[in-house]
């Protein structure tokens, strides 16, 4: 039986903010979506959140998620006190296999491999998880014997002037017998600078019960660092970002600069992807074989098939690409957009809950909302599908090899039939029939002899 403590009731003062710390986000997700989905994947017996600042906030989050205990800790009197709230519900059977697992609601990117290992290593009573970092100034300190045993866990404000340096630090992240973690939590006080009950000290007292302490040291590893200060933050989230272009890179993707790659979602690659700098992805991406992101581009639940082209600075959202597409730069594709096959979507047009046919052109300055496109129509520069008239959205439907000539607007609900031609300029009140000239603008004459104003010219 495996239970999971994850204690976020703290504020986190030291972010200046108002958001509860495990609401801030890393890659786009709350620091308690990532900490969620590895404590989830162990599959436990039960999954507890022990919340205070900013509860009723958190809890709504996740109300959709019924099989999490939220247990309120009123005063943050410390992280031994918050587990203490927590630990009081859960079974007291002495058994190996009744364990419970502590995670930290600022420590987002552990991984559930790691978790595993730890667990595993628990069959002492207790294992924790220690890193080893440069920088150790904040943490808690891994005090060892000579034989490196672990004898405590200082914090930083209560260390000597050695014990500073010690770079072996707490990431909080511990195993332990359930029934021998309450009662080693019922035992501790609050003697030291900070006046709270400490999860550290219980270090101390199972040592006195003769529990070996395991431990599994990790090297310098972003999975284990906590985030106490927005600069924390930004540093973690460019450690992740970095790790998450290097997955990609090593699974055969070329992205150009991989400090320059942000991914907030899931992206799954085909062969042969390219992506240039400063791209953003997501929720779930997929770009298929010999696709080709160029610089600057925003893509968020995007289906890219293979072979087609996002230039550069152009902002996809919910859309799918067939194959062999093109589109940008400075394309904007607003939600549920269908390119087919080979159609072209050029520079400075914006699409919204239309169906573009194959090989259908649209390659400047256009607006195209509630539009069902056939094949093979050319769409020319500055044409507007005039879908709203203040209160009702309207469908505008062109059919297979019409053209529609230049600054033309369509003032929907309309239909142009197949083959047919639109002058350009046009303003289209009235469906359009088939294999057509349609024309409506004034008719062009010229004036000869007439009166042109001319300046006077003063000597
Ligand atoms: C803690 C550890 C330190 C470790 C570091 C790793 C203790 C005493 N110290 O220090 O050894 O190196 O994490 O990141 O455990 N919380 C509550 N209720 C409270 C206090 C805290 O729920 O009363 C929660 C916070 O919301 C946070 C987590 O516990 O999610 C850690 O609290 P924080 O104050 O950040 O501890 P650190 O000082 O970082
Ligand atoms: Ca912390």
Not at 253 to 262: K, N, Q
Not at 267 to 295: K, M, R, S
Not at 361 to 376: E, F, P, Q, R
Not at 391 to 417: C, M, W, Y
Request: hydrophobic residues 35%; contains cysteine; proline residues 2%.
């Amino acid at each position: 039986m495996l239970n999971i403590i994850i204690i976020a009731a703290g504020i986190g003062k030291r972010m200046n903010s108002n958001i509860p710390k495990s609401l801030h986000k890393l890659a786009g997700r709350y620091f308690l979506d990532h900490i969620l989905e590895s404590a989830e994947a162990l599959k436990p017996s039960s999954i507890n959140i022990v919340v205070g600042y900013g509860a009723e906030q958190i809890k709504s989050i996740y109300k959709h998620k019924t099989y999490i205990n939220f247990i309120i800790q009123k005063n943050q009197m410390g992280t031994g006190h918050a587990v203490q709230q927590a630990i009081q519900y859960l079974s007291e059977k002495e058994s190996k296999e009744n364990l419970t697992l502590i995670l930290y609601g600022d420590v987002p990117l552990i991984k559930i491999e790691t978790l595993k290992i730890l667990i595993n290593n628990c069959s002492e009573g207790i294992a924790i998880l220690t890193n080893m970092i440069n920088d150790s100034r904040g943490y808690g300190h891994i005090i060892r014997d000579k034989d490196d045993r672990v004898l405590d866990i200082i914090e930083d404000e209560d260390s000597s002037e050695i014990q500073h340096k010690i770079q072996e630090i707490n990431t909080g992240i511990l195993v332990a017998s359930t029934p021998k973690l309450k009662y080693w939590l019922s035992q501790l006080n609050n003697n030291n600078k900070k006046r709270e009950y400490y999860l550290t000290d219980i270090i101390p007292l199972a040592i006195k019960d003769d529990v070996f302490i395991n431990t599994y040291k990790l090297n310098s590893n972003w999975e284990g660092l906590g985030v106490n200060t927005k600069i924390q933050q930004v540093q973690l989230e460019r450690l992740w970002q970095k790790q998450q272009a290097y997955n990609q890179i090593k699974k055969g993707v070329t992205i150009i600069d991989p400090e320059r790659f942000d991914l907030r979602g899931k992206l799954y690659c085909g062969q042969e992807v390219f992506i240039d700098i400063n791209c953003i992805f997501e929720g779930d991406v997929h770009l298929g074989d010999n696709t080709y992101i160029g610089p600057n581009c925003i893509l968020k639940n995007v289906h890219v098939e293979s072979g087609s082209i996002v230039d550069a600075y152009s902002h996809l959202q919910e859309a799918y690409l067939c194959k062999d597409v093109r589109v940008g730069p400075f394309s904007r594709l607003r939600p549920k957009v269908e390119l087919g096959q080979k159609s072209c979507i050029g520079s400075f047009v914006e699409i919204k809950n239309s169906k573009i046919g194959d090989r259908t052109k649209t390659n400047h300055l256009s607006y195209i909302g509630d539009a069902y496109i056939g094949n093979d129509v050319n769409i020319g520069a500055g044409t507007i599908t005039c879908n709203y008239d203040g209160i009702n959205k309207s469908n505008t439907i062109i059919e297979d090899k019409a053209f529609i000539g230049s600054n033309s607007q369509l003032i929907a609900p309309i239909r142009v039939g197949q083959n047919a031609t639109i002058a350009a300029g046009t303003v289209l009140t009235k469906d359009a029939p088939r294999e057509q000239l349609t024309i409506a603008r004034t008719k062009q004459i010229s004036i000869k002899n007439w009166n042109k104003l001319r300046k006077k010219h003063t000597n």
